[in-house]
């Protein structure tokens, strides 16, 4: 069972550049989370995604945006990097949106560094 | 405004013996506790769950408590393994999104 890929691994961009960041699910998952943790803290919820639509958001400007893919893969973008954007990102999947009774699988994270 | 928190940042335990770990939540509209383990350079990892219609769940090593009416949880771990030693967040959920604690370094010392 192939679990959650993430890349890049790392990433350096300047401020006002844009960003994109890609995720493959895990084999049987149709449901795709992205997080944000910050250095010191825990994990931020970004939105969801499941069936390719958003499912919900969390308290982020519209600057961040995301895609489901039919394969269920993913991505995250973000433009107008601010330097408060420096953190990992996490992706995670499920095999539903509920993710109390289908907890999230979360992938190594990439580290993004915004100078 | 934080509904989950953790308010130990580390724990140090001996190994063999049991570690502790104490979350409190606001909202009382979650139905799920969680606990994710962190290593380095690694993402968290799934440990152990309960639905807000229990007051414990165990899973080998771990247990899981809840207490609703003072809407706190803890993990306990038994024994208490060099390997354990992690940051564990506990996350709480109504629905499709995790809300996480800011997480409790635990060391086990030999």
């Known amino acids: 069972e192939t679990g959650v890929t993430q890349s890049p691994t790392h990433l350096i961009k300047t401020r006002g550049q844009q960003v994109t960041l890609r995720c493959s699910s895990q084999?049987?998952?149709?449901?795709v989370s992205w997080y944000q943790q910050a250095l010191g803290q825990g994990p931020q919820f970004i939105f969801q995604y499941y069936r390719e639509e958003e499912n919900g958001r969390g308290n982020f400007p519209p600057r961040f945006s995301g895609l489901q893919f039919p394969n269920y893969s993913s991505e995250l973008n973000v433009n107008a990097l601010e330097l408060d954007d420096s953190a990992l990102y996490l992706c995670?999947?499920?095999?539903?949106?509920?993710?109390?009774?289908?907890?999230?699988?979360f992938g190594n994270g990439t580290r993004l560094t915004v100078t | 405004d934080q509904q989950v928190k953790q308010n130990s940042p580390s724990l140090s335990v001996q190994e063999g013996r049991i570690s502790i770990l104490n979350c409190d939540y606001t909202?009382?509209?979650?139905?799920?506790f969680l606990w994710y383990k962190k290593y380095p350079a690694e993402g968290p990892t799934f440990l152990i769950s309960?639905?807000?219609?229990?007051d414990k769940n165990e899973d080998g090593r771990f247990t899981v408590f809840l207490n609703k009416s003072a809407k706190h949880l803890s993990l306990h771990i038994v024994p208490s393994q060099p390997g354990d030693s992690a940051v564990y967040f506990c996350a709480a959920t109504a629905g499709y999104a995790l809300n996480f604690g800011k997480g409790t370094s635990l060391l086990v010392t030999p």
């Open positions: 084999s049987g998952h149709n449901t």
């Open positions: 995670a999947s499920s095999r539903s949106d509920r993710v109390g009774n289908s907890p999230l699988h």
């Open positions: 909202n009382s509209m979650f139905d799920y």
């Open positions: 309960i639905s807000s219609i229990k």
